[in-house]
């Protein structure tokens, strides 16, 4: 073959060997994107087990809150006082005597008290519990219908009891004395269907529609809610406190409340039409339980007086925008790419979306000494710090590191925002993520995905 062949067939092979190498250009974005995509996909597993860890250790929390509350004291509700009266009558069918106990509920029941929380400390956790001393006081009145004796039944009201419900006595300061009328009765262990205090009293004496004044003193402590069972004709409620993050809960509302750097103020007035039972109950109505609750307890009202611990509710916001804050971040990582023509080894993408996931068990670890803004922005910090120093090593371009450190800081900075928002945190995200794919159209236009490198 003469050289003017040889040049003639070089020739006609060169472009064969030009439009192989064109589509090898066109093919690396869509296979280099192909594995970014596999990539972010492959992070939903540890974004799984982050998740996993966030719940191990609220249950750790909650443990260790359940061990302290238990020494302490638990939730309290309490309940009267009321009174139990037995009553008798025979059976027409068979001749035999049968007894059965009425409860009486209060005409009026006030309730006034200083509540003071403390701080109790368990391993890192910190818990917050209560001590107050309850003034009880109000008028008891036979209500209609409540005739001692009657032709078919006989009551025995000489030997009637008081009982005020509280569920947790090992948290009781000290004894308590019921006063009477003018007599005074000490109080003892309740075992019956409603747990608390109880005191045999006397009311042979007391005439239906008469009145009765009361009045007792209830130091205990508790933890976690101070609740109230509206059991008088007329409730009312007063309670002031230093606890300063208080959560108002139950049946009722309060009427009146404040609340400040001081502490707060509440008052609650509840009347009997506005519940489902009525003065006169049976004893077995402190049985009928419904979900693990009775029917006092449903219409109980109050305020739980403990620090809210947010931190494990809102890194598990958190580390539901892990996909975003990464699947951004590795664009914003191809894009240089391919502005800047500097290859960048999938491994590198892989150390980058390590170090973004990494961030997340800093924030849950700082947020469990400090308080979650500050662990928060020491977590973002740290993180945008190390990927700005890889990608300057990388790209060899400080100016394009920063870029990305920006994107990072706007990023994490959205999302915050995101987590203190509720009500508008779907508003705010959803125009968030509509800038953000606007950007990315307008940045991607600049992109000559196809063009020929020399």
Known sequence: MTTTEENKVTKEERPSENGKQQQEKKARPGLKLLLIAGMCVAFFIPQLLLKDLVFERQNTESNAESEVFEKWAGPQTVTGPIIKVDYS??????GKKECRTKVILPEQLDVKGQVKTKTLKRGIYDFSVYETALDISG????????????DDCEWYFGNARIVVGLPN????????????????????????????????????????????????VLPFKGSS???????????TVSLSSDCVTPSFKGYYLPDERQVNDAGFTAEWKVLAINRDYPQILDDSFFKSYEHGKSDFDKSAFGVELKVPVEQYLQTDRAIKYAFLIILLTFAAVFFVEMRKAKPIHPVQYLL????????YTLLLSFSEHLNFGLSYLIASVMTIGMIVVFMASVTKDKKTAMGI????AVLYAFVYVLLQLESYALL??????????????FATQKIEWYKKKD
């Open 405 to 408: 450190g920006l994107l990072l």
């Open 89 to 94: 009558w025979v059976n027409e069918k068979d």
């Open 139 to 150: 008028q008891f009145k036979l209500p209609k219908g409540s005739e001692k004796s009657q």
């Open 428 to 441: 705010v995200g959803s125009v968030g993520l509509f800038i953000i794919l606007g950007i990315a159209m």
């Open 225 to 235: 809610d101070l609740m109230f069972a509206p059991v008088g004709q007329t409730t």
């Open 169 to 216: 006595l090992r948290g009781l300061s000290d004894n308590v004395v019921f006063h009477l009328g003018d007599t005074s009765y000490s109080m003892v262990a309740e075992t019956g269907n409603l747990k608390g205090l109880t005191c045999e009293v006397d009311l042979s004496q007391l005439l239906e529609g008469e009145t009765l004044d009361y009045s007792l």
């Open 352 to 359: 980058v979306g390590i170090a973004l996931i990494i961030f």
